[in-house]
C-alpha cells in the first residue's frame, strides 16, 4: 500500500470533547493523502466514541497503550508504525485550516525539505456550551512568503540565550524545528531513533526532539501564514500551570523524573527548577551531551544569561504554596549578569512579532465593525493598511466552526492582497 503524504500523530488523553474538534477539522481537509494516528492514554475519560465517527475511514486509526504511560513513552509509542513520508504531532487544542495540509503538500512537492514549520493563531477564552465549543477570535498573523531558514543558526540562536526559549519577539521562530505546529520527513526520525533508541526526552519532549531535528536538517522551510488555531481552554493548558505553580511544575517534573533531588542537581542552575527555560536549557545540554555529530557539538550555554531567564520565570509565578521563594532567590544570586544586562534583555523579548497584524501596520483605529467580513478587514489591513482593535470577530463570542472558516477567508484573501505565493520562496 503506498505511504501517506503525512502522518497526523495525536497523542491524547482525557480531552475527547476537544479531540473531536481537531478531527473534524481533519476530515473537512480538501486534500485527502494523510493517515491520522489517534493514541489513547486516557485515564478518567477515552476517546475511542469520538474515532468511532471516522471508523470507516481508512485513514483514522486509534490504538491505547496496554498501561498509562508517561507524555515521552506515550509520544514515542504513538508514532510507532506511522507510514507517511511527513510525520507531525497534533496535541487536542490544534484546528486546522481547510486548505492547510494542501498547502503542506505543494511546500513538500516542490522543495522536499527536510523541516516545514508553520505559524499558528488562538482561539481565546473557550468554554464549551454543550457539545458545542465557543471562543473569541481575530486574526493574528500576517501572512508572507515561504522562507528558508538554516537549522545550524537556529541551533545557535537558541545556545545563545539572547531570548528566553518561548517569547514574544521570535513567535515566528519559536517553533522552528518542532514536531509541533511544523513537521519531519519521517526518514529522518527514524534515522534519530535508529541512533538513540527514541526521539523524545524528558521533560520537554517537543523541545528535545526540535533540537535532535535541528541538529540533523539540512533544508528548513517556514510557510510563513498560520495553518492552525490554538484552541485557549481554561484549565486545558499544562504549559500555563507549570509558569504560575510551584506545585504544578514540580509534580509535572516529578512524572518525568523518578529521583527528583537527582534531576534538579542536573540541572544547569542547579537545584533551581522553577519554570520552563532552566528545564529546556537542561535539555538542550542533555541532547548536546548525547550526540556525537552535527552542529549542536560544538555549542555552549551561558549560565549568566541563562540566569536572566530563570529569573523572570520566578517572577511569573503566583503560586508558591509549600515552597520557598526566597530559596531560589539565594540560588540566583550569584550570577552577576542579572543586575547588568536582564532589564534589557527582557524588553526585547517582549516587544512584539514583526509578523503580528496590529504591529505591522502603522494607522490604528479604535473603532472595529463587529460585522465585518473577514474579506473586508483583509482590504482595511492591506489596501487601507488601517488596524482596527483586536477584539473578536462578531464583537463576542464565536463558535469555533465559525472562527475556523473566517480565519481561512482572512488569509486567502490577505494572500491575494499581499501576493504571497506558495511557488516562490525567498
Keep these: 500500500m503506498k505511504a501517506p503524504f503525512i502522518s497526523i500523530v495525536i497523542p491524547t488523553r482525557d480531552r475527547p470533547e476537544l479531540l473531536k474538534h481537531v478531527l473534524k477539522s481533519i ?12 493514541s489513547d492514554n486516557g485515564i478518567n475519560k477515552l476517546c475511542y466514541e469520538e474515532y468511532l465517527v471516522y471508523k470507516n475511514d481508512d485513514r483514522f486509526h486509534y490504538k ?4 498509562p504511560l508517561d ?3 506515550h509520544w514515542e509509542y ?14 487536542e487544542k490544534f484546528i486546522i485550516r481547510k486548505d492547510a495540509l494542501k498547502t503542506l503538500h ?14 499558528y493563531e488562538y482561539f481565546e477564552n473557550a468554554f464549551f456550551s454543550g457539545e458545542h465549543l465557543f471562543g473569541e477570535y481575530h486574526p493574528l498573523v500576517k501572512p508572507s512568503q515561504p522562507k528558508y531558514y538554516d537549522a545550524t543558526l537556529e541551533l545557535e540562536r537558541r545556545f545563545s540565550l539572547q531570548t528566553p526559549f518561548i517569547n514574544r519577539r521570535d513567535k515566528d521562530k519559536n517553533s522552528y524545528g518542532k514536531l509541533y505546529s511544523g513537521c519531519a520527513k519521517n526518514s529522518i526520525i527514524k534515522k534519530i531513533i535508529d541512533k538513540h533508541g527514541k526521539i523524545f526526552y524528558p521533560s520537554t519532549p517537543d523541545f528535545t526532539s526540535m533540537f535532535l531535528l535541528l541538529n540533523h536538517a539540512k533544508k528548513c522551510i517556514d510557510i510563513a501564514q498560520s495553518l492552525m488555531i490554538t ?14 505553580s510551584a506545585e504544578e511544575i514540580k509534580k509535572y517534573l516529578s512524572t518525568c523524573h523518578h529521583n527528583f533531588d537527582e534531576y534538579a542537581s542536573s540541572l544547569p542552575i542547579t537545584n533551581f527548577w522553577i519554570g520552563h527555560n532552566v528545564t529546556i536549557a537542561r535539555d538542550m545540554m542533555l541532547i548536546k551531551n548525547i550526540e556525537n555529530e552535527g552542529p549542536i557539538k560544538n555549542l555552549g550555554i551561558n549560565k549568566n544569561k541563562l540566569a536572566i531567564w530563570a529569573e523572570f520565570d520566578l517572577n511569573q509565578v503566583t503560586d508558591w504554596n509549600n515552597h520557598n521563594k526566597d530559596h531560589f532567590i539565594k540560588i540566583l544570586s550569584s550570577f552577576t549578569q542579572i543586575d547588568t544586562d536582564s532589564e534589557e534583555m527582557k524588553k526585547n523579548a517582549l516587544k512584539p512579532c514583526s509578523n503580528e497584524i496590529y504591529h505591522a501596520i502603522g494607522e490604528k483605529t479604535n473603532h472595529f465593525e463587529p460585522s465585518i467580513s473577514a474579506k473586508a478587514l483583509a482590504e482595511l489591513h492591506w489596501l487601507d493598511k488601517v488596524a482596527p482593535p483586536r477584539k473578536s470577530i462578531k464583537g463576542d463570542y464565536v463558535s469555533a ?18 501576493g504571497v505565493t506558495l511557488e516562490k520562496i525567498s
Excluded at 491505547?64 to 498501561?67: L, N, V
Aim: hydrophobic share 35%.
Design 78 to 91: 504513538a508514532i510507532e508504525g506511522a507510514n507517511g513520508k511527513y510525520l507531525t504531532i497534533f496535541c
Design 106 to 119: 505543494k511546500i513538500a512537492d516542490k522543495e522536499s525539505p527536510d523541516l516545514i514549520t508553520w505559524q
Design 64 to 67: 491505547r497503550p496496554s498501561k
Design 71 to 73: 507524555m515521552c513513552s
Design 231 to 244: 484552541i485557549n481552554l481554561e484549565g486545558a493548558s499544562n504549559g500555563e500551570k507549570t509558569k504560575l
Design 27 to 38: 476530515k473537512q481537509q480538501d486534500f485527502d493523502d494523510f493517515e491520522v494516528i489517534i
Design 401 to 418: 466552526d465559525d472562527a475556523l472558516e473566517y480565519f481561512y477567508q482572512y488569509n486567502f484573501h490577505s494572500c491575494e492582497l499581499l
